[in-house]
């Protein structure tokens, strides 16, 4: 049977082979789902073992698409032949993109996944509207998970995906890669997209059971295609350098029942040494740039060293912070900046009091993820402080709007007061 890192592996090949040849990235990923239906099912009624996924599935696709494409030929330009007992429909021509060869694209020198992210993150498509399609045609996140990412109804979410996809369609005709400038230009929202994937990742899937749902590693193999693309690129090493740290910090984020972790608890003999020297190698070369994610490598960097928790320079975290908002200021930067500032506050036992109230602030704002962080922050502000009555029925309510299962748990343990966990005993 295949396995999931064969899928893993083939479904981008497969994607951009039909691209080509169809000429739409919207069929591709149409036929390509269909061809995928197949390949389970054949293997599912004991056919013969299929050697190569990818092959199998683009052959599949190719010849399902020919066979719709001849009969909308016949039906749009030979429907009065139709009618004579002797015509053939298939004989009918079909149409011109047809005879795209797909291995043109292998001219490119591109991965596959990091090609289609570049005829995503199109200037003819709005930013959002490149950030749905990359997600979901490239990355492989579902509708409900981009909408969850974005802070959308899903709804919204399926909606811009279609317009996307009709955009990109209507202003680029076939399908395409773009030329060395096209892509340079392209290039950050490029990274952006990666990084939002790894975002989704890092906040819902602490603990991936296979390759298919660990998207944090797929983000990496895809930063790695970018930065053997672009070697010189600040930015294109800062994000590397953001990924490899977060993936090196994950072995520490949950116990061995599930439940996540803070900061505090993290047993950081855990972590994977040889993601965490590589990425501390990104993040120093990335550092003779001044770009997000050159900035977002050094707070993470800074992490990633500090020997524990309490010997973190939390000072000097705050004003990178504070660099990255004039670069970047979205409100997430915006929260990570606050928890940053109560955290030192906190070591230096000073008061939390501003800072608590522009968290309030945030919490209350439409940003879906930065309330949540604001939420979590609170919390966490009033159990270090003492509050611990404050903090538990703040965990009470953030358990039942929690989607991820190891946050869920971690905020049911706090909830449970300070008996729940031998460490938190006051």
Request: hydrophobic share 45%; net charge neutral.
């Given at each position: 049977?295949?396995g999931?890192g064969?899928f893993e592996?083939?479904?981008?090949r497969?994607?951009?082979?039909?691209a080509?040849?169809?000429g739409?990235l919207d069929?591709?990923?149409?036929?390509?789902?269909?061809?995928?239906a197949?390949?389970?099912?054949?293997?599912?009624s004991?056919?013969?073992?299929i050697?190569?996924?990818a092959?199998?599935?683009?052959?599949?696709?190719?010849?399902?698409?020919?066979d719709?494409a001849?009969r909308?030929t016949?039906e749009r330009?030979l429907?009065?032949e139709?009618a004579?007992?002797d015509?053939?429909p298939?004989s009918?021509?079909?149409?011109?993109?047809?005879?795209?060869d797909?291995?043109d694209?292998?001219?490119?020198?591109?991965?596959?996944?990091?090609?289609?992210?570049?005829?995503?993150c199109?200037?003819?498509?709005?930013p959002?509207?490149?950030m749905v399609?990359a997600?979901r045609v490239?990355c492989?996140l579902?509708?409900?998970?981009i909408?969850?990412?974005?802070?959308?109804q899903e709804?919204a979410?399926?909606?811009?995906?279609t317009?996307?996809?009709?955009?990109?369609?209507?202003?680029?005709g076939?399908?395409?890669?773009?030329?060395?400038?096209?892509?340079?230009?392209?290039?950050p929202?490029?990274?952006?997209c990666?990084?939002?994937?790894?975002?989704?990742a890092?906040?819902?899937?602490?603990d991936?059971?296979d390759g298919?749902?660990?998207?944090?590693?797929q983000?990496?193999?895809?930063?790695d295609?970018v930065v053997a693309?672009?070697?010189?690129d600040?930015e294109?090493?800062?994000?590397?350098?953001?990924?490899?740290?977060g993936?090196?910090?994950r072995?520490g984020?949950i116990?061995?029942?599930?439940t996540g972790?803070a900061?505090?608890?993290?047993?950081?003999?855990?972590w994977?040494?040889?993601?965490?020297r590589?990425?501390?190698?990104?993040a120093?070369?990335a550092?003779?740039?001044?770009?997000?994610?050159a900035i977002?490598?050094a707070?993470?960097?800074?992490?990633?060293?500090?020997?524990?928790?309490?010997?973190?320079d939390?000072d000097r975290?705050?004003s990178?912070?504070?660099?990255?908002?004039q670069?970047?200021?979205?409100?997430a930067?915006?929260?990570a900046?606050?928890?940053?500032?109560?955290h030192?506050?906190?070591a230096?036992?000073?008061?939390?009091?501003?800072?608590?109230?522009?968290?309030r602030?945030?919490?209350?704002?439409?940003?879906?993820?930065?309330?949540r962080?604001?939420?979590l922050?609170?919390a966490?502000?009033?159990?270090?402080?003492?509050?611990?009555?404050?903090a538990?029925a703040?965990y009470?309510?953030l358990a039942?709007?929690m989607?991820?299962e190891?946050l869920?748990?971690?905020?049911?343990?706090?909830?449970g007061?300070?008996?729940?966990?031998p460490?938190e005993?006051?």
């Open positions: 049977m295949t999931a064969d592996e083939a479904w981008p497969i994607v951009r082979a039909l080509s040849f169809t739409s069929d591709a990923e149409e036929y390509a789902a269909e061809a995928v197949r390949a389970a099912a054949h293997e599912q004991g056919g013969s073992p050697q190569s996924y092959a199998w599935c683009t052959s599949v696709a190719k010849r399902a698409w020919l719709d001849r909308r016949v330009r429907a009065p139709l004579r007992p015509a053939d298939r009918a021509p079909v149409t011109d993109r047809a005879s795209m797909a291995d694209l292998s001219r490119a020198g591109l991965d596959d996944r990091l090609a289609l992210l570049f005829v995503a199109d200037e003819a498509i709005s959002t509207s490149r399609i997600l490239v492989g579902t509708v409900p998970q909408a969850g990412h974005l802070g959308i709804t979410a399926a909606a811009r995906l317009r996307a996809k009709r955009a990109l369609a209507e202003a680029r076939s399908f395409r890669i773009p030329d060395a400038q096209e892509r340079e230009r392209r290039l929202v490029v990274l952006a990666v990084a939002g994937m790894f975002t989704v890092h906040r819902t899937v602490l991936p059971v298919v749902a660990d998207t944090g590693r983000a990496l193999s895809i930063a295609a693309a672009y070697p010189a600040t294109a090493l800062g994000l590397r350098a953001v990924i490899r740290l993936l090196a910090r072995p984020r116990d061995d029942t599930g972790l900061l505090d608890e993290v047993d950081r003999h855990a994977d040494l040889a993601l965490l590589a990425g501390l190698t990104d120093t070369a550092a003779a740039g001044d770009g997000r994610f977002e490598a707070i993470s960097g800074l992490h990633s060293s500090a020997a524990s928790f309490a010997e973190t939390w975290i705050v990178l912070y504070e660099a990255l908002e670069r970047w200021p979205s409100p930067v915006h929260v900046r606050l928890v940053a500032t109560a030192g506050r906190i230096q036992a000073r008061g939390t009091t501003a800072v608590e109230r522009e968290l602030t945030l919490e209350a704002g439409p940003a879906a993820y930065a309330s962080d604001a939420a922050a609170l966490d502000i009033a159990w270090r402080t003492g509050r611990r009555d404050e538990v703040l009470r309510d039942e709007v989607q991820a190891p869920r748990r971690f905020c049911l343990r706090r909830a007061g300070p008996a729940a966990h460490s005993t006051a």
